[in-house]
Structure formats: structure tokens, C-alpha cells
């Protein structure tokens, strides 16, 4: 697998290459001086529905992706991005002129990430927890830590599992979230893709990797247009209404990414 800097990921090589304009200067340190800034978030995320309970008079501006919210903060259009942790990180690592604020709450706040099924979708439920358990106890999943997140931070995707069935498991992604869900060339890649293969092979089945927004994710399984969401998806209160949720498979902390 080849190594992350070596990665064509348009979007963050556009954001890198960003000429910005003029930028006002902005001092952000904590979570309290996000008070009254204009501040981008992805649309539908936890980061977005925190920032809108918990900021008083925010200008708030929603994005696609955090690749698109990272752009109008170079520019000066926005003053923070509120976003996950590792996504952030690798903005942050393409951009020099960014940097990443960690503020106590959310780090005593994290948020655990997990896979989202179609109420009462049993049958598929079962298969991922399996998938989870047994990773964890046969240090599958640990091997996929290190492959997404290494401490040198470099990258080695892992080759693709070889699937096969009469049936194929549609994954429902938004492929703008690095390392879960990111393009590299032709390819969705990913931590949670890869997850999502060895679902498909627990299953017996192919895999279909279906990219959308993040906020049509829901709709689009509710419907039945996909199987199962792998997105770095958040487990909520809110969401559960919506949809059953796997055991968690990680834990997340929001930060601020602002100017240097």
C-alpha cells in the first residue's frame, strides 16, 4: 500500500494550493472564543449541531465537506472550522498556515463512532458486530489502526479483500473524511472501507461502496438505497431515533481549526 504523501487527494492539494485573501486577524484559543465568529462546519455532523447548541450568536456556515470549509478559512471568509479530530489533522498537515485548537471539553466529551443499520435490519446488525468483535480479538482490528493512523503517518492501505456471493452489501459512505473515507485515484479508501470488506466477507457476500453527502446518509438507508452507513458516523440520541447502531468501533474528540 502506498504511502499517504504520496496520495492524489484533490481536494486537499486544492486547499494547499489555495492562494488566501486578505484575512482578518482572528485570536482563537479556547471554545469560548468562538463566541459571535463565523465559523464552518460539515453539514450534518456533530460538530454542527454542537456548534449551533453551544455558541452564542455564531454565524454559523455549513459545508459539503471539511475540505470545502478549510478553503473559506484560508481565504478569510470564515474564522474556525469546528470538525473531528483526525480529519482536522490531516488538513492541518497540508496546510501550514492552519493549525489545530484542542479545547477540555471536548476531550471530556468524545464521541464514539459506529456503524448505522435500517431500524430493525437484525439480520445485518448481527454480521457487523460479529465482524467488530472478531477483529478486535484477532488483532485484525489494530492492524487497521496502524495501517489509517500510524504514528509516522504514513499510510499503507491494505489490499482488498477478495469477495464473492450472489448478494451484494451496498456501503453508504461520504468519501471526504480522511483516513475513515477518502478517494486515492479511482479508489474510496479507507478505515471504514476496509471494515466494511471484511463485513461483506463475514456476510458471504460482494461490496458495493455508494458515495453521497453526509447529511443524505439517513435518508438513503431508511429508504433502502443502501445496506448500512460506515461513515465516522456518531452515535447520537437523535440519530437513534432514525437508526439501530453497531457497537462502537472508535472514539472521536471535535477541535477547532483556525489561522495560525
Avoid: H
Amino acid at each position: 500500500m502506498k504511502k499517504f504523501s504520496a496520495i492524489c487527494l484533490s481536494a486537499l492539494i486544492a486547499v494547499t494550493m489555495f492562494a488566501g485573501c486578505s484575512k482578518n486577524k482572528v485570536v482563537i484559543n479556547n471554545v469560548k472564543d468562538l463566541d459571535g465568529k463565523k465559523i464552518g462546519v460539515q453539514a450534518g455532523t456533530t460538530g454542527e449541531y454542537w456548534v449551533q447548541e453551544n455558541v452564542p450568536g455564531v454565524q454559523l456556515a455549513s459545508f459539503k465537506t471539511g475540505i470545502d470549509a478549510a478553503l473559506d478559512l484560508k481565504s478569510g471568509a470564515i474564522d474556525a472550522v469546528v470538525i473531528d479530530e483526525l480529519p482536522a489533522e490531516e488538513i492541518v498537515a497540508r496546510n501550514k498556515d492552519l493549525m489545530i485548537v484542542r479545547d477540555p471539553i471536548f476531550a471530556q466529551n468524545k464521541e464514539e463512532y459506529a456503524i448505522a443499520v435500517k431500524k430493525g435490519n437484525k439480520e445485518v446488525l448481527d454480521v457487523i458486530n460479529k465482524t467488530i468483535s472478531d477483529m478486535k480479538i484477532n488483532g485484525e482490528y489494530e492492524k487497521l489502526v496502524n495501517a489509517f493512523m500510524p504514528a509516522d503517518g504514513n499510510i499503507q492501505i491494505p489490499a482488498k479483500e477478495a469477495l464473492s456471493g450472489g448478494k451484494t452489501l451496498k456501503l453508504g459512505t461520504n468519501a471526504a473524511f480522511p483516513p475513515f473515507e477518502y478517494v486515492s485515484g479511482k479508489d474510496i479508501v479507507g478505515f471504514d472501507i476496509t471494515m466494511g470488506e471484511k463485513i461483506a466477507k463475514q456476510a458471504g457476500t460482494k461490496l458495493e461502496v455508494v458515495n453521497m453527502e453526509f447529511d443524505s446518509l439517513i435518508p438513503a438507508l431508511s429508504s433502502g438505497a443502501i445496506d448500512f452507513i460506515a461513515a465516522g458516523m456518531s452515535v447520537t440520541e437523535e440519530r437513534k431515533k432514525n437508526v439501530d447502531f453497531s457497537v462502537p468501533y472508535f472514539a472521536s474528540e471535535q477541535v477547532i481549526i483556525v489561522r495560525k
